[in-house]
Structure formats: C-alpha cells, structure tokens
T-cell receptor, first 112, second 112 residues
Framework: SQTIHQWPATLVQPVGSPLSLECTVEGTSNPNLYWYRQAAGRGLQLLFYSVGIGQISSEVPQNLSASRPQDRQFILSSKKLLLSDSGFYLC???????????FGQGTRLTVV | AQSVTQLDSQVPVFEEAPVELRCNYSSSVSVYLFWYVQYPNQGLQLLLKYLSGSTLVKGINGFEAEFNKSQTSFHLRKPSVHISDTAEYFCAVRAAGNKLTFGGGTRVLVKP
C-alpha cells in the first residue's frame, strides 16, 4: 500500500526565517502530489499540485514555493516566513490511475 | 472548474443519535466523490467514495453516503454516532484527470 511520510510533525519558526518541509512517497510510482494548508477554523486550501518531476502548478499566489526534484519527493519552501503562513500543512498523493488521495500525518507550523 | 460546499461548519450531536453531513458540488463534467475524516492533529483518512454504479455507498465505521446527481449532492450519514466519531469531515470531488477539490469541512462534536 502507498504511504506518505511528512516531517517534521511540528515546527516553530520566527518571522522572516526560511522554510523547508519534505514529503516522500512509498509504495507507488509517478504519483500526483499535492500540498494543502489548513488554517485554524478553515478547510483545506490547495497550494501546489504536481503531476511529475519538475512539474508544479501553483493554485494561489503566496509566499511559498514547491519543488519536485524526484518522482517521490515533494518539497514546500519559503525564503521568508510570514505570520500568516502558520497552519497545518498536509502532503497528499494520488496513485496513477487511481481516484482517491492518501495523506501524510501533517506538519503543524507556527510562525512567531 | 469544480467546487464543493459543505453547508454546516459544525454539527453537535448526542451519542447514539443519527447524524447527516451535507455536501453539494458543482462541476461541468462527471465527477468522483469522496468523504474523508480527520482526527485532531492527524492527516485525512478515506471514509468512502463514489465512482459509479449504485448511488448509495457504504464506508468504514458505519458511515454511508448517497449520490444525488439531480441535486448535485453527496450527503454523509450515520444512524448512530459514538464519542469516537468526534472529528472533522471533508467532502471532496475530482473530475477525471483533474485535481482533488475539498469542501470547507464540518466539525462533528458528539456529546455523551
């Protein structure tokens, strides 16, 4: 079965510091990959979507970027964090030819 | 473009009572429909999905949902809830070849 590994589980970062969240996939090849953000009291906001290595679609203008250097690796980054970047970040994968997504356990980011 | 609306942001319910969570979607093409559950500080787990065929779909933990094409709805139900059903529930849609789009979520609080 497919699994998403996300780390770290929690992170506290000062405003203006850089960010790198990593997500890796096991159990499937060539998955579609997603980064979502869940702010307090809100639903899931799709941030980035990738169908393959080096292919990234950005859903909303923001302070974040994403990269996919390998088939099963998806990285969320920022050069300078803002307070508004705080939230719960979820990485998700979707196996090729499959319909539903499988999720990592999430990273809770607090920008102080 | 596709979108999902979950009509209730919070649903309080007493233990052993029934619960219904409402979900409406819009899409210009046929879609796949999903319900996910999220327990505190965790990722999302798939409860059930509708791909085709019977409009009544049964999922894990005693949940079921009914697809209504004319009303573009996919409401989730459980005849008798437990304390352990306290969680946030997300409805999602995906058109073939498209990304997964989530609703805003419904928080279910089961009271003893």
């Amino acid at each position: 079965s497919q699994t998403i590994h996300q780390w770290p589980a929690t992170l506290v970062q000062p405003v203006g510091s850089p960010l790198s969240l990593e997500c890796t996939v096991e159990g499937t090849s060539n998955p579609n990959l997603y980064w979502y953000r869940q702010a307090a009291g809100r639903g899931l906001q799709l941030l980035f979507y990738s169908v393959g290595i080096g292919q990234i679609s950005s859903e909303v203008p923001q302070n974040l970027s994403a990269s996919r250097p390998q088939d099963r690796q998806f990285i969320l980054s920022s050069k300078k964090l803002l307070l508004s970047d705080s939230g719960f970040y979820l990485c998700a994968g979707q196996r090729w030819g499959n319909t539903e997504a499988f999720f990592g356990q999430g990273t809770r980011l607090t920008v102080v | 473009a596709q979108s999902v609306t979950q009509l209730d942001s919070q649903v309080p319910v007493f233990e052993e009572a029934p619960v219904e969570l409402r979900c409406n979607y819009s899409s210009s093409v046929s879609v796949y429909l999903f319900w996910y559950v999220q327990y505190p500080n965790q990722g999302l787990q798939l409860l059930l999905k509708y791909l085709s065929g019977s409009t009544l779909v049964k999922g894990i933990n005693g949940f079921e949902a009914e697809f209504n094409k004319s009303q573009t709805s996919f409401h989730l139900r459980k005849p008798s809830v437990h304390i352990s059903d306290t969680a946030e529930y997300f409805c999602a849609v995906r058109a073939a070849g498209n990304k997964l789009t989530f609703g805003g979520g419904t928080r279910v609080l089961v009271k003893p």
